[in-house]
């Protein structure tokens, strides 16, 4: 399983940002997706959760402001992030499990003005 990450950049206060995950070596169409972040000196945090058949669920640190979506004939993931907060700096992380066991490298977002 390969997941690849991208999309990160450095995005003002209240900037937007959207990421991709481009997945190979797994029926993508059959698997829960998930997006991870870790925070400079912190550990990994679970932030969203797309089912199979497109159903979303997110941390409470972003709800109404990130969106997960999924292209299954793309075999692509997305995040689309928007009202972006310093708190939100980070490396995020697609992966086919919500403790990031399974993840990409990482794409890096920071907000900052």
């Known amino acids: 399983v390969q997941l690849v990450e991208s999309g990160g950049d450095l995005v003002q206060p209240g900037g937007s940002l959207r990421l991709s995950c481009v997945a190979s070596?797994?029926?993508?169409?059959?698997?829960?997706m998930y997006w991870v972040r870790q925070a400079p000196g912190k550990g990994l945090e679970w932030i969203s959760t797309i089912t199979r058949d497109g159903r979303t669920d997110y941390a409470e640190s972003v709800e109404g402001r990130f969106t997960t979506s999924r292209d299954n004939a793309k075999n692509t993931l997305y995040l689309e992030m928007n009202s972006l907060k310093s708190d939100d700096t980070a490396v995020y992380f697609c992966?086919?499990?919500?403790?990031?066991?399974?993840r990409g490298q990482g794409t890096p977002v920071t907000v900052s003005s």
């Open positions: 070596g797994l029926r993508f169409e059959t698997y829960w």
């Open positions: 992966s086919t499990d919500s403790d990031g066991r399974q």
